[in-house]
């Protein structure tokens, strides 16, 4: 494997630890979700370009797509929460109501 | 060639004369009102003449002048009928206007407006003769409009208060569905018989009549107040005294038994269409002498009286006696118009009290009423010889011994008795006892306005009857022979009705006051008719419209299909089925273990 794949891979593992890890604010595991996505939409385009598949050159548009979605419905919740409480600490949200 | 069209034609003249000159200075003049009062007692000895004629000789006149235009094959014109109805009517009429003019001269001399009341009197008037003397449905219609919308005017006189506007928009409104079936009746008869002139429509035959005769009705219950559409009559007493005393007793409401009349040739052979009327005017006399009981306004009490009577009317059509019918359309205004002006005094006397209740004792105070009120109520009931018995007794008489619905018969019985049981009423309450209204009233009845204008009208009450039924041509022959009770039966059933209200008001004066029973409520309320009528019918409506407008396009396809039932869906599932206690930094640190444990030891599996 070379060594960009590498390189990006880590860059995925970083962000996904940095989603799993955190302290206090909901924000940060929504940013490195952000960058998760960003890691994959690169790996994706650099394996396409490389190995010259270029029927699947969609794929990356696709997810995208996929990945502004989820980004809205990601800070729409934090929106939420954040209206009831004012910030977004995690430990708010031991409640089930909103 | 005699002076019998030119004379009927200059009557009709003269009466449209002060509404031509109410663009000159005359309309602004102080006089106005006696300038129209004077043309209409000219224009009723001027068509007596007519009508003398009209009973020595028999002769009958159709005067058509002026050809106005023919669509294909129907000729319009300007045609007046002089037959034994219109002849008749039109100096009764003219009669009875001029002494509610007079009346009114004195009653509304505190209006600022007066002319303008005299010449909506006036072009009421008009439109009256109009549909009496009219040969062909057009020019009827024309008429029956005209008195519609002078009536509204008239109700709605004084507009500053509201149950006056609502009262004129309800009696528009009622008599607007009625109309519906006119135009029927006028469509069928164009299609059918190409024609809308009377002398055709009564030559060719046709094997059913039922539904032009069907409208014709349709158009009688609405303008004569029958039931069903008969609760814009009571409400039509917001107006002052003189347009109940004209419209809504004597002339406009008689104009749909009238129509009905004027069709008896046809009617005379369609048994379906005579005993719908039958029914429909026993209904309507029982419920309105029911109404009439416990009413507490003496303007009410008098106009669920015409009510009543009309239903009468109703009834002797129902039994193939329009002749009947016509005369009784004739006395009765006398004694009707009479009742009115009489109320209307009163009134006026007491500083504008209608409620009976607190009237009383007026026996002393205003002889001369006193006496025309009784006069016209034992003239309503049929008292024997004075001017109802004429009509009244014929019509019970006939209806007693003619092959008919019993049924009906018998309510109409009940009916004449609650008319003399609602009069007693109206003289124990006003006129008996000692005086319940306040003591600080100058009582006046001196007006010589006032005063002639009654006493003309009683003069009419008492002899009318007489002179009328002895001058005119012989029609249908009443019946001669009956057993002895039958023909006392009409008597008998109004001194019960007397005695049983006098006995009731007399009892009844000391007692404690108990709370309504079901029966009182039912005939205070009007039977219930107007509040669901008026409240059930316009609220569903306009539901529907707003259910169907609003919510069925915005609301349930915008709103409701896809967003609101998928949020709605999702909150209740996630509040049924979550466990969780919201602990995500355990969550993510324990799925980041697994990560972490299983990528370790898989490695090593060798």
């Not at chain 2, 928009?169 to 006119?182: H, P």
Request: glycine share 4%.
């Amino acid at each position: 494997m070379s060594m960009v794949y590498i390189n990006i891979f880590l860059a995925f593992i970083l962000s996904l630890m940095g989603m799993l890890v955190y302290r206090s604010h909901l924000m940060s595991s929504l940013l490195c979700l952000e960058g998760m996505m960003l890691s994959l939409f690169v790996m994706m385009s650099v394996t396409i370009l490389n190995n010259h598949l270029t029927l699947a050159s969609m794929m990356p548009i696709v997810l995208l797509v996929f990945a502004a979605c989820e980004a809205a419905l990601g800070l729409s919740l934090l929106v939420m929460v954040s209206n009831t409480y004012g910030t977004d600490y995690v430990q708010n949200l031991n409640l089930l109501q909103c | 060639m005699n002076m019998f069209s030119s004379c009927m034609i200059t009557a009709l003249v003269i009466l449209t004369l002060p509404i031509i000159t109410s663009s000159t200075k005359l309309y602004k003049n102080k006089l106005y009102p006696y300038y129209v009062k004077t043309a209409t007692s000219y224009a009723f000895m001027i068509s007596m003449i007519p009508t003398m004629m009209f009973i020595y000789s028999g002769q009958e006149t159709i005067i058509s002048n002026w050809h106005w235009m023919t669509i294909q094959t129907m000729k319009l014109s300007m045609s007046f009928k002089l037959d034994y109805f219109s002849m008749i009517f039109v100096p009764v009429a003219l009669f009875v206007t001029w002494s509610i003019m007079e009346f009114s001269m004195w009653y509304m001399h505190s209006d600022p407006y007066i002319n303008r009341f005299f010449k909506y009197l006036l072009l009421f008037l008009i439109t009256m003769m109009v549909l009496v003397t009219a040969n062909n449905m057009f020019q009827l219609f024309i008429g029956w409009e005209g008195v519609g919308i002078m009536s509204f005017l008239l109700i709605g006189w004084w507009y500053g208060r509201t149950d006056a506007n609502t009262a004129a928009l309800q009696a528009v409104l009622y008599n607007r569905i009625g109309d519906v079936g006119f135009i029927m009746a006028m469509a069928w008869f164009l299609l059918n018989l190409n024609t809308w002139d009377l002398q055709q429509i009564f030559i060719t035959t046709n094997d059913n009549f039922n539904l032009p005769l069907l409208g014709l009705l349709l158009a009688a219950t609405g303008k004569s107040a029958q039931f069903g559409l008969h609760p814009w009559l009571p409400s039509a007493m917001e107006g002052p005294t003189p347009v109940s005393a004209l419209l809504h007793s004597s002339t406009m409401v008689v104009a749909g038994v009238f129509l009905l009349i004027r069709f008896h040739p046809l009617m005379e052979h369609n048994q379906t269409i005579q005993t719908l009327t039958l029914c429909l005017g026993a209904i309507t006399t029982l419920l309105t002498a029911i109404c009439a009981l416990t009413q507490n306004d003496i303007k009410k009490i008098v106009a669920f009286s015409t009510s009543s009577q009309l239903g009468l009317m109703m009834v002797t059509i129902g039994i193939n006696q329009p002749y009947l019918a016509f005369l009784h359309i004739c006395t009765h205004a006398f004694f009707k118009a009479m009742l009115f002006m009489c109320s209307g005094s009163i009134i006026h006397s007491l500083n504008d009290e209608q409620d009976i209740r607190k009237m009383g004792g007026l026996f002393k105070v205003l002889p001369f009423t006193t006496t025309s009120l009784i006069i016209g109520s034992l003239a309503l009931t049929g008292m024997p010889f004075l001017t109802g018995f004429y009509s009244k007794d014929l019509i019970i008489e006939s209806a007693n011994t003619s092959n008919t619905n019993a049924w009906a018969l018998l309510i109409t019985l009940v009916a004449t008795s609650l008319t003399a049981a609602y009069s007693t009423r109206i003289m124990f309450f006003a006129l008996l006892g000692q005086p319940r209204f306040s003591p600080m009233i100058l009582i006046n009845e001196n007006n010589p306005l006032l005063i002639n204008s009654i006493k003309r009208l009683l003069i009419g009450s008492v002899f009318a009857g007489y002179i009328i039924s002895h001058s005119i041509t012989p029609t249908t022959i009443p019946q001669m022979t009956m057993p002895h009770y039958l023909k006392m039966t009409a008597l008998a059933v109004t001194i019960l009705g007397f005695i049983l209200a006098l006995e009731l008001n007399l009892t009844t004066q000391g007692l404690k006051f108990n709370y309504p029973s079901n029966y009182f409520k039912f005939s205070s309320l009007l039977g219930y008719y107007p509040t669901i009528m008026h409240r059930l019918t316009p609220k569903t409506s306009l539901t529907i419209s707003q259910k169907s407008a609003s919510m069925l396009l915005d609301s349930i396809w915008l709103e409701n299909i896809l967003p609101k039932s998928i949020s709605y869906f999702q909150m209740k599932s996630s509040t049924l089925i979550s466990n969780q206690k919201g602990l995500i930094k355990l969550y993510f640190l324990s799925f980041m273990l697994t990560m972490i444990l299983s990528l370790l030891i898989l490695n090593y599996h060798g």
